[in-house]
């Protein structure tokens, strides 16, 4: 088995190799390079059923090709009847039976890993994170540290960190592809997984069931820093101070657009458990907003100011009251500015 | 009944002749056109599709739309598109092949058309009525109840409707097959579509009450208030994804098993060879339905069902591999050593192989649980379905229709479109599909309006784009074949391919609407083969020649369903105002009635007498 | 003319006492059926049994009496009725793996 | 073929409702068809069971179901069960007006039924205020029961026009048929009625 295990392995380093090499995805969004313990078992099995299938379709294909060299209707012997056959016992046994042992070949590995993966047992003893998906944006709760975030997901490289869960409105799935393997965030209940990245990087994370018309926009990003950056972050974190005054006088004039204009009503700065809209206390650290646009100024005013042009269907638009593009522009400067931690997207080398 | 008879009848008389007939050879042509056309309106909605994704954040529609017009596709090509052409193939061929005059049910069998057409069309008023159903033609509990507008009420109504339609199809050819073989046409010398209709009929019959009842709960919930999926009041949305793939997985083998059965038959045929390993391959399709009620949670593996529930659906599923194995096995088998022809007809059985092949291999795939953690809900599923819809079904109704032709319509499509039809679709598949394996492994979900610049997806979604263009070429080719065959085509022999069964050896191409004058006498497997290689060249009639029984046609199953396509406006429109209960009630009552005027009529049919026979037969 | 007339009257009289020996049994399935309702019905009322094997019981009353129904009833014994039992038992196959997946793996 | 003749004692044939192919025809066409209807009711007794605990504060089972009701509406069902095998009985030895009667009797029987059912949910709603929507096995409880009492009222429609339409008839080839599918769908409404006694109220009760 283990021997076995190695040589599939080999096989999977090369062929991801080759594929890499091939242009085959972007690094920290495909599949075909995992970088994570999730990634990494369903890659294998990915491998290995590709293998087998490999060797199913060249025995369909060589017998194929050679049917249609050999039997085709020659010429002059239009009336010729072939032997009517009626079957061949030993034949057909055997297209039986190796089919059995190659479905048993992939089954035992499916069977260990699916136990494996969803083996919840030790979650006590690692990071547990509180996960929501909410209509088209995801929000976090470190819930041992007393904090939330939204939409960047931190976490320690080289550690099994549990996510429980569940979500506010209608089902969601979880999905980082170079981490883990999806699941579903349903309604009725919380799930749990774990995830655990081997290098450090920021990954984009999708939802991958179907949410409504912005579905395809609801990204975000899971960030792997050092252990001890990550004890920084959650100390930085912690730290924040919600009322913090802004160094710049626009800012400053921002901060009070912010808070008359209702966006307080949604939108925490600060921990705050109930949350309607994302937890903007980072907000200046995100390598992209609303999940999928750049952090720039312009992109930031318009979002604010029309919301529905840029996430169809999104629970912020006409919930507050029509914002002038200068006052856009000075709250833009404020949330721009709230930058809490030395510990970024950017200290992990960045959004590629 | 000549054709040029059939010409000269005014166009309201044979307007008139297709809204009453109950005869299923003309029923078939009914499903074929409803079907045919709800082909073409689910194939623009995928060209839609693929152009909206032809370039990265394209904005060609709308995100609203696009989810409209993703599961108007689903629901279209899956509804109202394949299964029809499927229920018409076997409406026009299974009767003949079992040596029958007519169906078991004819006037269910009119109903159950009239009932499609109505829940198809009742589907499609949603366009223009405030937006399409946008919860994914698999429409998830949570979504539907969340989605706002009528969509999803007509998804709800209109699939009922055509639900109901289907499941009285399989009734009928159940009891079609179990009583009206002609003599000596036992179960085993049955031909392998006839055995594929009866074993689909009964995966209709089991599989699509799940889907009624499901249906119901939709419905309750979404218009009278109940809390089936309302977590809120202790309801459970996981129920529905259960029910749905309950009906879901039977309904995908549904889809594909006539085929299996169709390609059996044309593989013996023009391989000139008897079925190779005919009994095997009979049980392999039972075992392929019995197995296919097994694995439908291979559907929900990232739900958390846990390791137990996932680590035995993912068996299930892979065993699936085993008895479709036999199959594909046995058809080189046959072919092996034969004498093949190679015309448009066998061309699509030939594609058919490796393309299912591949579709299927992915599938196990899929079914290796740890692995769909990856692939659930990509593009890698996508391209894994459609090479076994559109590579299977697809590819085998085109087969169908290229090797039936004469004896549904009396010409034979020209050949050379037909390549060209094939050619040009094959090699646009491939393109569409084959790309789409690694664009899910890429990191591309399924259900994306868009997808984003610079995550390396361009290429690949472009090159799929434009096989979706040559599919659509290929599609029109074979629409102008079919006009072009209808002015100008050749009119065959009833026998053009050296055939072995029963619906080539009618007295005429198409065959005479009672089907055959005196029953044919089957004497083993393949019984017009038989008869040929012993110099007969025709059946042997198990019957003197004597007058036939025929049942009389009706208007009321197209009344009955009419009345129910206005219940469902009723249904659908009673949440906003009361007054629509009146459509709702008097719809019923209005299909009610016609059940009762139907059933206080003695209708004892009409009789053909021997006379007219033998006019007919010189 | 319907093909097995018989005009024959013993063969007549054969028949009606077929018929009579036929409802005789179904006499005694109805008795027995009532019967099973009773204790079902009885136990439950009563909260004689242990819950653990409560359940149990009543279902397998439940599924003989049905039995009953089928075999007795509507002559699932009788000749003809193959293909009848097949269906049925596919429909309650596919029904018992309804009921398991709703009932067990619903809540997980 | 003379499907119009009534039948007399010396012409009948032994099951008069198989005899002709469109008799044969409905006697399987019908038995699949239940076999259909018992995935139906399996699916609605799965979510049934799956929500029977899902009360949200509303009313729970052990504490509105009341055996006793339930008890007379099993022996109405009971009962007409047997009454519908002495129709058939009588449709064999070809005594049309006894076979009439015990009909008669069947449908007195699942009239009474009905009333029982009507009254009891009346009853759920009035006194605990329990309804299709109080909560998710509300919801179910109504629709599986629901569901049941619609395939009774639909039985008792069918029955009553055969008997208004075949009143003048008599029996013969082309009726015996439609008097003996109505039997076997009869029974398979008991059937399912066993099976709602038994998981709804019974184990309902226990809790
Ligand atoms: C015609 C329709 C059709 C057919 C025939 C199949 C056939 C199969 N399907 Fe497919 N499937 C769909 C239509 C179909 N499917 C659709 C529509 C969906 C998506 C629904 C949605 O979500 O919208 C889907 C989704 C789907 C999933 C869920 C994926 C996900 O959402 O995560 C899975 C998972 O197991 C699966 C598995 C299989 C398997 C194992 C088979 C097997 O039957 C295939 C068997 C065939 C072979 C294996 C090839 C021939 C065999 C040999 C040559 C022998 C040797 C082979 C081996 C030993 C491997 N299918
Ligand atoms: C029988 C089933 C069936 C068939 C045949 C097809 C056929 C095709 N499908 Fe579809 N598809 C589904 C069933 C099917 N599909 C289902 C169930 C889904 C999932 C939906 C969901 O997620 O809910 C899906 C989803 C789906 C998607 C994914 C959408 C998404 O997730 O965002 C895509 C994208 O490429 C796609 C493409 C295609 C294409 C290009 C074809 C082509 O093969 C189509 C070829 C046909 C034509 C091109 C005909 C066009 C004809 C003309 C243009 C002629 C016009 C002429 C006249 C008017 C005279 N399909
Ligand atoms: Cu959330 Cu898709
Ligand atoms: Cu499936």
Request: hydrophobic share 45%.
């Given at each position: 088995?283990?021997?076995?295990?190695?040589?599939?392995?080999?096989?999977?380093?090369?062929?991801?190799?080759?594929?890499?090499?091939?242009?085959?995805?972007?690094?920290?969004?495909?599949?075909?390079?995992?970088?994570?313990?999730?990634?990494?078992?369903?890659?294998?099995?990915?491998?290995?059923?590709?293998?087998?299938?490999?060797?199913?379709?060249?025995?369909?294909?060589?017998?194929?090709?050679?049917?249609?060299?050999?039997?085709?209707?020659?010429?002059?012997?239009?009336?010729?009847?072939?032997?009517?056959?009626?079957?061949?016992?030993?034949?057909?046994?055997?297209?039986?039976?190796i089919p059995i042992i190659l479905v048993i070949i992939m089954a035992v590995p499916t069977v260990i890993h699916s136990?494996?993966?969803?083996?919840?047992?030790?979650?006590?003893?690692?990071?547990?994170?509180?996960?929501?998906?909410?209509?088209?944006?995801?929000?976090?709760?470190?819930?041992?540290?007393?904090?939330?975030?939204?939409?960047?997901?931190?976490?320690?490289?080289?550690?099994?960190?549990?996510?429980?869960?569940?979500?506010?409105?209608?089902?969601?799935?979880?999905?980082?592809?170079?981490?883990?393997?999806?699941?579903?965030?349903?309604?009725?209940?919380?799930?749990?997984?774990?995830?655990?990245?081997?290098?450090?990087?920021?990954?984009?994370?999708?939802?991958?069931?179907?949410?409504?018309?912005?579905?395809?926009?609801?990204?975000?990003?899971?960030?792997?820093?050092?252990?001890?950056?990550?004890?920084?972050?959650?100390?930085?974190?912690?730290?924040?101070?919600?009322?913090?005054?802004?160094?710049?006088?626009?800012?400053?004039?921002?901060?009070?657009?912010?808070?008359?204009?209702?966006?307080?009503?949604?939108?925490?700065?600060?921990?705050?458990?109930?949350?309607?809209?994302?937890?903007?206390?980072?907000?200046?650290?995100?390598?992209?907003?609303?999940?999928?646009?750049?952090?720039?100024?312009?992109?930031?005013?318009?979002?604010?100011?029309?919301?529905?042009?840029?996430?169809?269907?999104?629970?912020?638009?006409?919930?507050?009251?029509?914002?002038?593009?200068?006052?856009?522009?000075?709250?833009?400067?404020?949330?721009?500015?709230?930058?809490?931690?030395?510990?970024?997207?950017?200290?992990?080398?960045?959004?590629? | 009944?000549?054709?040029?008879?059939?010409?000269?009848?005014?166009?309201?008389?044979?307007?008139?002749?297709?809204?009453?007939?109950?005869?299923?050879?003309?029923?078939?042509?009914?499903?074929?056109?409803?079907?045919?056309?709800?082909?073409?309106?689910?194939?623009?909605?995928?060209?839609?599709?693929?152009?909206?994704?032809?370039?990265?954040?394209?904005?060609?529609?709308?995100?609203?739309?696009?989810?409209?017009?993703?599961?108007?596709?689903?629901?279209?090509?899956?509804?109202?598109?394949?299964?029809?052409?499927?229920?018409?193939?076997?409406?026009?061929?299974?009767?003949?092949?079992?040596?029958?005059?007519?169906?078991?049910?004819?006037?269910?069998?009119?109903?159950?058309?009239?009932?499609?057409?109505?829940?198809?069309?009742?589907?499609?008023?949603?366009?223009?009525?405030?937006?399409?159903?946008?919860?994914?033609?698999?429409?998830?509990?949570?979504?539907?109840?969340?989605?706002?507008?009528?969509?999803?009420?007509?998804?709800?109504a209109g699939l009922q409707i055509a639900g109901a339609g289907t499941l009285m199809g399989g009734i009928n050819f159940?009891?079609?097959?179990?009583?009206?073989?002609?003599?000596?046409?036992?179960?085993?010398?049955?031909?392998?579509?006839?055995?594929?209709?009866?074993?689909?009929?009964?995966?209709?019959?089991?599989?699509?009450?799940?889907?009624?009842?499901?249906?119901?709960?939709?419905?309750?919930?979404?218009?009278?208030?109940?809390?089936?999926f309302d977590v809120a009041l202790g309801g459970n949305t996981i129920i529905w994804q259960h029910l749905f793939w309950?009906?879901?997985?039977?309904?995908?083998?549904?889809?594909?098993?006539?085929?299996?059965?169709?390609?059996?038959?044309?593989?013996?045929?023009?391989?000139?060879?008897?079925?190779?390993?005919?009994?095997?391959?009979?049980?392999?399709?039972?075992?392929?339905?019995?197995?296919?009620?097994?694995?439908?949670?291979?559907?929900?593996?990232?739900?958390?069902?846990?390791?137990?529930?996932?680590?035995?659906?993912?068996?299930?599923?892979?065993?699936?591999?085993?008895?479709?194995?036999?199959?594909?096995?046995?058809?080189?088998?046959?072919?092996?050593?034969?004498?093949?022809?190679?015309?448009?007809?066998?061309?699509?059985?030939?594609?058919?192989?490796?393309?299912?092949?591949?579709?299927?291999?992915?599938?196990?795939?899929?079914?290796?649980?740890?692995?769909?953690?990856?692939?659930?809900?990509?593009?890698?599923?996508?391209?894994?379905?459609?090479?076994?819809?559109?590579?299977?079904?697809?590819?085998?109704?085109?087969?169908?229709?290229?090797?039936?032709?004469?004896?549904?319509?009396?010409?034979?499509?020209?050949?050379?479109?037909?390549?060209?039809?094939?050619?040009?679709?094959?090699?646009?598949?491939?393109?569409?599909?084959?790309?789409?394996?690694?664009?899910?492994?890429?990191?591309?979900?399924?259900?994306?309006?868009?997808?984003?610049?610079?995550?390396?997806?361009?290429?690949?979604?472009?090159?799929?784009?434009?096989?979706?263009?040559?599919?659509?070429?290929?599609?029109?080719?074979?629409?102008?074949?079919?006009?072009?065959?209808?002015?100008?085509?050749?009119?065959?022999?009833?026998?053009?391919?050296?055939?072995?069964?029963?619906?080539?050896?009618?007295?005429?191409?198409?065959?005479?609407?009672?089907?055959?004058?005196?029953?044919?006498?089957?004497?083993?497997?393949?019984?017009?083969?038989?008869?040929?290689?012993?110099?007969?060249?025709?059946?042997?009639?198990?019957?003197?020649?004597?007058?036939?029984?025929?049942?009389?046609?009706?208007?009321?199953?197209?009344?009955?369903?009419?009345?129910?396509?206005?219940?469902?406006?009723?249904?659908?429109?009673?949440?906003?105002?009361?007054?629509?209960?009146?459509?709702?009630?008097?719809?019923?009552?209005?299909?009610?009635?016609?059940?009762?005027?139907?059933?206080?009529?003695?209708?004892?049919?009409?009789?053909?007498?021997?006379?007219?026979?033998?006019?007919?037969?010189? | 003319?319907?093909?097995?007339?018989?005009?024959?009257?013993?063969?007549?009289?054969?028949?009606?006492?077929?018929?009579?020996?036929?409802?005789?049994?179904?006499?005694?399935?109805?008795?027995?059926?009532?019967?099973?309702?009773?204790?079902?019905?009885?136990?439950?009322?009563?909260?004689?049994?242990?819950?653990?094997?409560?359940?149990?019981?009543?279902?397998?009353?439940?599924?003989?009496?049905?039995?009953?129904?089928?075999?007795?009833?509507?002559?699932?014994?009788?000749?003809?009725?193959?293909?009848?039992?097949?269906?049925?038992?596919?429909?309650?196959?596919?029904?018992?793996?309804?009921?398991?997946?709703?009932?067990?793996?619903?809540?997980? | 073929?003379?499907?119009?003749?009534?039948?007399?004692?010396?012409?009948?044939?032994?099951?008069?409702?198989?005899?002709?192919?469109?008799?044969?025809?409905?006697?399987?066409?019908?038995?699949?068809?239940?076999?259909?209807?018992?995935?139906?009711?399996?699916?609605?007794?799965?979510?049934?069971?799956?929500?029977?605990?899902?009360?949200?504060?509303?009313?729970?089972?052990?504490?509105?179901?009341?055996?006793?009701?339930?008890?007379?509406?099993?022996?109405?069902?009971?009962?007409?069960?047997?009454?519908?095998?002495?129709?058939?009985?009588?449709?064999?030895?070809?005594?049309?007006?006894?076979?009439?009667?015990?009909?008669?009797?069947?449908?007195?029987?699942?009239?009474?039924?009905?009333?029982?059912?009507?009254?009891?949910?009346?009853?759920?709603?009035?006194?605990?205020?329990?309804?299709?929507?109080?909560?998710?096995?509300?919801?179910?409880?109504?629709?599986?029961?629901?569901?049941?009492?619609?395939?009774?009222?639909?039985?008792?429609?069918?029955?009553?026009?055969?008997?208004?339409?075949?009143?003048?008839?008599?029996?013969?080839?082309?009726?015996?048929?439609?008097?003996?599918?109505?039997?076997?769908?009869?029974?398979?409404?008991?059937?399912?009625?066993?099976?709602?006694?038994?998981?709804?109220?019974?184990?309902?009760?226990?809790?």
């Open positions: 088995m283990k021997g076995w295990m190695g040589k599939i392995k080999a096989l999977a380093l090369l062929s991801s190799l080759a594929l890499f090499l091939s242009g085959c995805g972007k690094d920290n969004l495909t599949a075909l390079v995992p970088k994570g313990y999730g990634s990494e078992v369903s890659f294998n099995l990915i491998i290995l059923t590709t293998v087998v299938m490999t060797f199913v379709f060249l025995a369909v294909i060589i017998t194929y090709v050679i049917v249609l060299l050999r039997f085709r209707k020659k010429k002059g012997q239009e009336d010729f009847i072939p032997k009517q056959v009626e079957g061949n016992q030993t034949l057909e046994t055997i297209w039986t039976v136990f494996t993966l969803s083996d919840t047992s030790e979650a006590d003893e690692h990071i547990n994170i509180d996960v929501t998906g909410n209509q088209y944006w995801w929000h976090f709760d470190y819930k041992d540290e007393g904090f939330q975030t939204s939409q960047d997901l931190y976490i320690p490289q080289g550690e099994r960190v549990y996510l429980n869960m569940i979500a506010s409105d209608v089902t969601h799935s979880f999905w980082v592809p170079s981490i883990s393997g999806k699941m579903d965030v349903n309604v009725d209940n919380e799930n749990t997984m774990y995830i655990e990245a081997y290098e450090e990087g920021v990954y984009w994370g999708k939802c991958a069931e179907l949410c409504g018309p912005s579905h395809s926009l609801m990204d975000f990003k899971v960030i792997v820093v050092s252990p001890e950056e990550y004890d920084q972050w959650i100390a930085d974190m912690k730290d924040v101070d919600p009322e913090a005054e802004p160094e710049s006088a626009v800012a400053q004039e921002g901060k009070e657009l912010f808070e008359e204009n209702n966006c307080m009503g949604c939108h925490a700065i600060g921990s705050s458990p109930a949350q309607v809209g994302p937890n903007l206390t980072n907000f200046g650290d995100r390598t992209k907003f609303a999940g999928f646009l750049d952090p720039t100024k312009e992109n930031l005013v318009d979002w604010i100011m029309d919301p529905e042009s840029i996430k169809p269907g999104n629970k912020m638009t006409g919930n507050y009251p029509d914002l002038s593009e200068d006052e856009a522009d000075k709250i833009a400067e404020y949330l721009m500015q709230l930058q809490p931690s030395e510990v970024t997207p950017d200290s992990a080398g960045g959004l590629k | 009944m000549s054709v040029t008879a059939t010409q000269k009848r005014s166009v309201g008389a044979v307007l008139w002749d297709y809204l009453t007939t109950i005869d299923h050879k003309k029923i078939a042509h009914l499903y074929l056109i409803g079907g045919g056309f709800f082909f073409i309106l689910g194939g623009l909605e995928a060209v839609i599709i693929r152009i909206q994704l032809i370039k990265p954040e394209n904005d060609f529609i709308s995100a609203g739309f696009y989810n409209e017009m993703i599961t108007m596709h689903g629901t279209t090509m899956i509804f109202l598109a394949a299964m029809p052409i499927l229920l018409g193939l076997m409406n026009a061929i299974m009767p003949l092949q079992i040596g029958a005059r007519d169906v078991s049910f004819p006037f269910l069998n009119s109903l159950g058309f009239w009932l499609f057409m109505f829940g198809g069309l009742l589907l499609n008023c949603s366009w223009f009525l405030g937006g399409a159903p946008d919860a994914g033609w698999t429409s998830y509990a949570s979504l539907a109840i969340d989605s706002p507008g009528h969509g999803v009420d007509f998804y709800v159940l009891a079609t097959i179990v009583n009206m073989r002609a003599p000596g046409m036992t179960y085993m010398r049955m031909p392998l579509f006839a055995w594929a209709t009866f074993i689909t009929s009964v995966l209709i019959l089991f599989a699509f009450p799940a889907l009624t009842v499901n249906l119901f709960l939709l419905m309750f919930d979404r218009m009278f208030g109940s809390a089936f309950i009906f879901g997985h039977p309904e995908v083998y549904i889809l594909i098993l006539p085929l299996f059965g169709l390609f059996s038959d044309v593989f013996s045929t023009f391989s000139k060879k008897r079925l190779f390993g005919y009994t095997a391959m009979v049980f392999a399709t039972m075992l392929i339905a019995f197995l296919g009620f097994m694995v439908w949670a291979h559907h929900m593996f990232t739900v958390g069902l846990g390791p137990v529930a996932n680590s035995i659906f993912a068996i299930a599923t892979m065993a699936i591999a085993v008895p479709t194995g036999i199959k594909i096995f046995n058809w080189l088998a046959t072919m092996w050593g034969g004498s093949i022809t190679i015309n448009s007809a066998m061309l699509w059985a030939l594609g058919f192989i490796p393309s299912f092949t591949i579709g299927g291999m992915t599938g196990v795939m899929l079914g290796s649980a740890v692995a769909d953690y990856q692939y659930h809900d990509t593009y890698f599923v996508i391209a894994h379905f459609h090479y076994v819809i559109v590579g299977g079904t697809v590819f085998g109704i085109f087969c169908g229709l290229h090797y039936w032709w004469p004896v549904m319509f009396g010409r034979i499509l020209h050949e050379g479109m037909g390549k060209l039809t094939f050619w040009t679709f094959f090699i646009g598949f491939h393109m569409t599909f084959f790309i789409q394996h690694f664009l899910g492994l890429m990191g591309m979900p399924r259900r994306y309006w868009v997808f984003l610049e610079d995550q390396g997806l361009d290429l690949g979604n472009l090159i799929s784009t434009i096989g979706a263009f040559f599919m659509s070429f290929a599609v029109i080719v074979f629409i102008i074949n079919i006009f072009y065959t209808a002015a100008k085509g050749e009119r065959p022999s009833p026998d053009p391919y050296d055939g072995r069964t029963l619906e080539w050896a009618t007295a005429s191409s198409p065959p005479p609407h009672y089907n055959f004058a005196q029953l044919p006498l089957t004497r083993g497997l393949d019984p017009l083969w038989i008869e040929k290689m012993e110099g007969n060249g025709k059946m042997t009639p198990a019957e003197p020649l004597g007058d036939i029984h025929m049942p009389n046609g009706s208007i009321l199953p197209f009344l009955m369903s009419l009345g129910f396509f206005i219940a469902g406006f009723g249904f659908i429109y009673q949440v906003d105002h009361s007054a629509w209960y009146l459509a709702l009630y008097g719809g019923m009552a209005f299909a009610l009635g016609c059940m009762v005027v139907r059933s206080f009529k003695d209708d004892h049919g009409h009789h053909i007498p021997k006379e007219e026979l033998e006019r007919e037969a010189d | 003319m319907p093909e097995n007339t018989s005009t024959n009257s013993t063969v007549k009289a054969y028949q009606k006492k077929k018929n009579k020996d036929e409802m005789k049994k179904q006499l005694i399935a109805f008795a027995s059926m009532i019967a099973f309702t009773l204790i079902a019905f009885g136990i439950v009322a009563t909260e004689s049994v242990d819950k653990m094997f409560l359940i149990p019981i009543i279902v397998i009353m439940a599924v003989v009496q049905v039995g009953f129904q089928f075999y007795y009833f509507m002559h699932m014994k009788d000749k003809g009725h193959a293909m009848p039992a097949t269906l049925i038992y596919g429909g309650v196959w596919a029904a018992l793996l309804t009921l398991g997946g709703l009932g067990l793996i619903t809540w997980w | 073929m003379s499907h119009d003749h009534s039948l007399n004692p010396e012409t009948m044939p032994q099951d008069p409702e198989k005899a002709t192919l469109e008799g044969k025809n409905k006697f399987m066409g019908l038995w699949f068809f239940l076999g259909g209807e018992a995935v139906l009711f399996a699916s609605l007794f799965g979510t049934y069971l799956a929500l029977r605990n899902s009360t949200a504060d509303g009313p729970a089972s052990d504490e509105i179901f009341g055996l006793g009701l339930v008890f007379v509406m099993t022996m109405l069902l009971l009962t007409s069960s047997l009454t519908s095998v002495y129709a058939m009985y009588h449709m064999k030895n070809n005594d049309y007006s006894k076979m009439v009667l015990w009909l008669g009797i069947t449908a007195l029987l699942g009239v009474g039924f009905l009333a029982c059912e009507i009254y009891e949910f009346a009853h759920y709603i009035t006194e605990y205020g329990f309804t299709f929507r109080s909560s998710a096995f509300g919801s179910a409880f109504y629709t599986l029961v629901g569901f049941h009492g619609g395939h009774v009222l639909f039985g008792l429609c069918w029955v009553i026009s055969l008997l208004i339409r075949n009143a003048k008839r008599g029996l013969n080839l082309y009726n015996a048929p439609k008097f003996n599918t109505f039997s076997l769908y009869w029974h398979f409404i008991d059937v399912i009625w066993v099976f709602i006694f038994t998981v709804v109220y019974l184990m309902g009760k226990v809790g």
